[in-house]
């Protein structure tokens, strides 16, 4: 089975990751990996709403106006990843792992953003079950955005 860092490594990128609900999970699944020394450039855990802002960049008025859980903040989060890590990928992940609602989102809801070459995307995903279910899922859809925008040739097929 080909992996993201087999994918990376085709290819002569990096990857680093942004995390607030995973808590480093992401990169965590991602250095499991053997070899994957060679593509990852790191993470940051901004679990602390006020460290999206000071690690990441994530812009204050936007956390100030819609919180930390939002589409916006995870593509920031990617972004900040990217950049301060200095990789060629960043992803971010915010979202509400329960069992309670945070600001008025519901548990379950996750914000994946995606920064690379070319690309600035946000995937938002519901996903019922318990913290570790919805942890889990937020790392396997992660994995998936990244990997299919990977597989994406440079003059666009798959």
Known sequence: MTTVVDLLKAKNQTVATAESLTAGLLCATIVDTPGASAVVRGGLIVYATELKHKLAGVDQRLLDEHGAVHPDVAIQLAEGARRTCESDWGIGLTGVAG????????????HIGLSGPGV????????RGDRTAVRSAAVEKALVLLSDHLLVTDDGNK
């Open 99 to 110: 069992p309670d609602p945070q600001d008025g989102i519901a548990p379950g809801t996750v």
């Open 120 to 127: 600035s995307t946000v995937r938002t995903i519901t996903v």
